[in-house]
């Protein structure tokens, strides 16, 4: 059974040896599977020479290829490869490192030749590893490719001739004529490992490679795309937190648009024509600066006045442009006494600043008559948030509703947008609304909405537009007017 397993490499290096200038290369492929079990690939190449020479022509009958298949090895002729070499391959399968050993040792009649051949796998949860060691000597030279079986069918001898003839008729040193080599070929999906080891040589084979487990890799890939997702969460959470902050501090919104043209029936009139010529009236919109308050017909005055004697000091145009700001909700309390030189802390200095207002005489009656006769009021002022919530809170006004501040809603009257705003807040319409205000300008544009107006001017001072709207002198007044 030896001999005929022999027969691929043992045969075509003698043949080699009936003609000159050939070459021939011999290639040990082995390919390992994922469970340690593999095939052997042994081939010889021949080169262009080689293939023009009769004694190659009928190759499979003198490998007797049918005692190759006897002994476990499958024969074919691959064709011509990559490197112009056609190519002649038997065919071996092993189950593990035991059995790859002694498939090896059927390649050449010396048992060391290939020795120590191990395949050794490792296991863990994200990865395999793989490797294949073994050793390859070829320091007995030629002699390890004869077979007496094989000398007696072949008539002759080859290798018993002289290296002096042999090398004499080859026309090169015997090394030269035959190259070997051995690729490993491990389920890593990886290129092969080549080794080349040259005749009268010894190498150790050792290839290694690893391969990682499918699920595990696309785990990991999950276990990364949630860690990044809720990095990014947290990053989108606390983004939103910071501008909800950022505009509950500012308070700046979107000035609405003039609501003038969208009202039916304006339509270039300077009043609003309504089915009910005189509809009952539900709501009373003022300011507590130009009604409630004895302090506020000049909001900015009494400003001033408060400021120089706490120590500030500021000019008038720059007052003006200053309390603008703020009742806009561009500028706090705090930066704003800090600009006009006010010292202290901001909210003793807003404290005293609100405990500076009084009511006017009668102010607290014409409240409660309004109560009485069911009339909602409503606040619609050009005030800083903090003052203007703080006089609703220290002087127990929290019952009038809505309270419209123009800090909060970045819209200043007289602009038409602020009642609008007032509309939408209070749910009640234009025409049984009345508007009670020391600003002719703002009763003009509350008329020209169909609100019911009426100017305030305690002082009796004589205004260009009085005539347009009834005149109250005093609170208590207002209803003996109506």
């Not at 490792?122 to 079986?149: P, Q």
């Not at 003793?348 to 009668?362: H, P």
């Not at 001072?461 to 005093?474: L, Q």
Request: charged residues 25%.
């Amino acid at each position: 059974m030896r001999c005929k397993s022999l027969t691929l490499f043992s045969g075509l290096v003698a043949l080699l040896f009936f003609v000159a200038g050939c070459n021939l290369q011999l290639r040990v492929v082995i390919d390992v599977e994922k469970n340690g079990s593999g095939t052997v690939t042994a081939g010889v190449g021949l080169d262009v020479a080689a293939r023009e020479q009769v004694v190659f022509q009928d190759l499979e009958t003198v490998l007797q290829t049918s005692d190759l298949a006897n002994s476990g090895w499958g024969f074919q002729n691959a064709g011509r490869g990559a490197d112009g070499r056609d190519w002649f391959e038997a065919t071996k399968s092993f189950s593990n490192s035991e059995d790859l050993q002694t498939v090896l040792n059927e390649l050449t009649s010396s048992n060391k030749t290939f020795k120590d051949w191990e395949i050794q796998t490792e296991t863990s949860e994200k990865k395999r590893s793989y490797s294949v060691i073994g050793n390859v000597d070829l320091t007995e030279g030629f002699e390890i490719f004869t077979d007496t079986a094989l000398n007696d069918l072949l008539e002759e001898p080859p290798l018993g001739i002289s290296r002096e003839t042999l090398e004499e008729t080859l026309g090169v040193p015997l090394e030269d004529t035959v190259s070997f080599r051995v690729v490993v070929n491990l389920p890593d999906d990886s290129d092969g490992k080549t080794f080349d080891i040259p005749l009268g040589e010894q190498r150790i084979i050792d290839a290694s490679g690893e391969s990682e487990h499918r699920i595990a890799q696309v785990l990991d890939w999950v276990v990364w795309a949630i860690i990044a997702l809720l990095i990014l969460s947290i990053i989108l959470a606390l983004l939103n937190w910071y501008l909800d902050l950022r505009f509950e501090k500012k308070r700046l919104q979107r000035r609405p648009t003039s609501v003038t043209q969208q009202i039916p029936g304006v339509e270039g009139e300077n009043r609003i024509n309504t089915p009910n010529s005189d509809p009952q009236l539900q709501l009373l919109v003022m300011d507590l600066h130009g009604v409630i308050f004895k302090q506020g017909m000049d909001p900015q005055e009494h400003l001033r006045i408060f400021i120089e004697s706490n120590g500030g000091e500021i000019n008038q145009e720059d007052l003006a442009e200053l309390h603008r700001e703020g009742t806009l909700g561009r500028v706090e309390t705090s930066e704003f006494w800090k600009q006009v030189g006010v010292p202290g802390n901001t909210e003793d200095i807003d404290k005293k600043y609100l405990e500076s207002f009084s009511f006017r005489t009668g102010a607290k009656d014409f409240l409660r008559n309004l109560h009485k006769r069911g009339i909602a009021v409503s606040v619609v002022t050009n005030d800083f948030a903090t003052w203007s919530y703080g006089l609703r809170d220290m002087y127990g006004l929290q019952g009038v509703n809505p309270w419209i501040v123009s800090a909060e809603t970045g819209v200043r009257k007289p602009d038409p947008a602020a009642f609008e705003i007032l509309y939408r807040a209070s749910g009640h319409a234009y025409q049984s609304c009345l508007v009670l205000d020391n600003a002719t300008n703002l009763l003009d544009t509350a008329a020209v909405l169909g609100m019911k107006t009426a100017l305030f001017n305690p002082d009796n001072e004589p205004t260009d537009n009085s005539k347009n709207h009834p005149t109250v002198k005093k609170l208590n007044e207002f209803f003996r007017r109506q």
